[in-house]
Structures are given as structure tokens and as C-alpha cells.
T-cell receptor, first 114, second 116 residues
């Protein structure tokens, strides 16, 4: 158990809908990262937040957004969902700002868009 | 071109065999970090090791060992006396900086199946 929690574990929704994925980092970790894992694209970095502020952006679509709250939990919002958004979404955390550190991953949220 | 290449899509071995997972990376930076993560059937990625570009010393942790060679841009992972519990997908990742801001790039993974 990495100490990173993610809810929900599974999510099934229809195209065009909007969903929110939630992540709580390990105790003491200030950085939160979001990743998407799909068969087509593999494991891709989406976005990083550090202590409430956006720090780095990867291949995140404009339909997706994220935020980190004062209690350090983070939410990833996916809107206007398409079939291709079906994937496993991971949250990870680390103590510091830089991504040179090892990251601790949550169990993931499996999103299925029908 | 892929920055991290794990050419072995799937490897199948019998328990107690040694197995090496290959990772070849591509970067122009002199400062970078390499990682290995394990993704067991349960799905959660587990950190195994981090190496920075200035430390080419090989590392051994129990049955796991890593061979980092800058000359061949490789960071290979060997499991000695494999066990069924080693069955998982293993990912190699590269974090480049400072232009890359250390955003990690993952390989496509190698699925290791260890048969009893």
C-alpha cells in the first residue's frame, strides 16, 4: 500500500458526460501527479500540482482540468467525454516539487466511456 | 522516435530462471534520471529504483539488480531466480532536465510471466 488513495475505483459513464476523479496523496507529500494509461498511448503524464499550484503540464487535453486543494487532495475533471478517454487514470505523489524523485502511485481509477 | 524503448513486449520464464528486462533510452541532456516501476496484476505501480545520470554504479537489491551503461544508453533490470510473484508489467522511465522539466517518459512496458 503506497498511501495514495483514489476514488472511485471504477467509473462507467456515457459519451459527452463529465466526471471527477479524486486523489489523496501520501501524508506529507506536497506534489500530486496525474497519469493516463491506455492501450494505445501507454502511460502518459498529464499534469502536476505542487502545494496547490500547477507545476508542469504534459499531454493533457483541454477538456481535462485538475486542481489541488488546501488539504492537498487533488481532483481531475474530465468533460465532454469521448470513447477514447476510456483508460486507467493514476494519481501519484512525492514529497518535493521536482519530478526527479520517485513517485508513489495510487491504485488508479478505471474509466469506461460507453 | 521513442525516448524509452522496451523492446521486449512479453517474456515468459519458468520459476527460478534468471531474466533480464531491457531498457534503452534516448536523451541529449547530461542530467537525467532513470526509473523502474512494477505494475502487478492488481494494477498499482510500484517504484523499484531511481538512478541519476552521474551514477553508473550497478545496484543490487535482493534478487533484483540493475545495470546502467551510459555508453549504450541502457538501464537493464535483472531478476535472479524468478518467482511467480514477479509476474507483472515492468516499466522503465526517463526524466530529463532542465528543458524537459523532468517530466517522466515511460516505455511501453515488458510483461513478465513467471510460470510455476
Amino acid at each position: 500500500d503506497s498511501g495514495v488513495t483514489q476514488t472511485p475505483k471504477h467509473l462507467i459513464t456515457a459519451t459527452g458526460q463529465r466526471v471527477t476523479l479524486r486523489c489523496s496523496p501520501r501524508s506529507g507529500d506536497l506534489s500530486v501527479y496525474w497519469y493516463q494509461q491506455s492501450l494505445d498511448q501507454g502511460l502518459q503524464f498529464l499534469i502536476q500540482y505542487y502545494n496547490g499550484e500547477e507545476r508542469a503540464k504534459g499531454n493533457i487535453l483541454e477538456r481535462f482540468s485538475a486542481q489541488q486543494f488546501p488539504d492537498l487532495h487533488s481532483e481531475l475533471n474530465l468533460s465532454s467525454l469521448e470513447l477514447g478517454d476510456s483508460a486507467l487514470y493514476f494519481c501519484a505523489s512525492s514529497p518535493r516539487q521536482g519530478m526527479r524523485d520517485e513517485q508513489y502511485f495510487g491504485p488508479g481509477t478505471r474509466l469506461t466511456v460507453t | 522516435a521513442q525516448k524509452v524503448t522496451q523492446a521486449q513486449t512479453e517474456i515468459s520464464v519458468v520459476e527460478k530462471e534468471d531474466v533480464t528486462l531491457d531498457c534503452v533510452y534516448e536523451t541529449r541532456d547530461t542530467t537525467y534520471y532513470l526509473f523502474w516501476y512494477k505494475q502487478p496484476p492488481s494494477g498499482e505501480l510500484v517504484f523499484l529504483i531511481r538512478r541519476n545520470s552521474f551514477d553508473e554504479q550497478n545496484e543490487i537489491s535482493g534478487r533484483y539488480s540493475w545495470n546502467f551503461q551510459k555508453s549504450t544508453s541502457s538501464f537493464n533490470f535483472t531478476i535472479t531466480a524468478s518467482q511467480v510473484v514477479d509476474s507483472a508489467v515492468y516499466f522503465c522511465a526517463l526524466s530529463e532536465g532542465p528543458g524537459g522539466s523532468y517530466i517522466p517518459t515511460f516505455g511501453r512496458g515488458t510483461s513478465l510471466i513467471v510460470h510455476p
